[in-house]
Nanobody, 120 residues
């Protein structure tokens, strides 16, 4: 059973940056889909960004329109860790951020989330 643990959240001023990490207790090499979701108070959880990894093709990265050009997802298979670099943060980015992973046989894993607050 793989466990995902997020870290790196906190309070940041508008325009600032944060880097979130998602550390897996096991190898992430076999995951075919990795993503970051977020949920703001009173709102539904939404997909922020994802990266797919198919051994037969190149990885595909997608971003929500609201974060394009500001957020960057990456993965380090050697460290079993996924990252979310967030720049030019806005108050509307305030939310709990969750990492998510799915295997090729559709086993799903969620972290417990890390809180990001963007406020002056």
């Amino acid at each position: 059973q793989v466990q995902l643990v997020e870290s790196g959240g906190g309070l940041v001023q508008p325009g600032g940056s944060l880097r979130l990490s998602c550390a897996a207790s096991g190898s992430i090499f076999g995951f075919v889909f990795l993503g970051w979701y977020r949920q703001a108070p009173g709102k539904q959880r939404e997909l922020v960004t994802s990266i797919t990894s198919d051994p037969t093709s190149d990885s595909v990265i997608n971003y929500a329109d609201s974060v394009k050009g500001r957020f960057t997802i990456s993965r380090d298979n050697a460290k079993n860790t996924m990252y979310l670099q967030m720049n030019s943060l806005k108050p509307e980015d305030t939310a709990r951020y969750y990492c998510y992973a799915r295997t090729s046989n559709n086993a799903n894993y969620w972290g417990k989330g890390t809180l990001v607050t963007v406020s002056s």
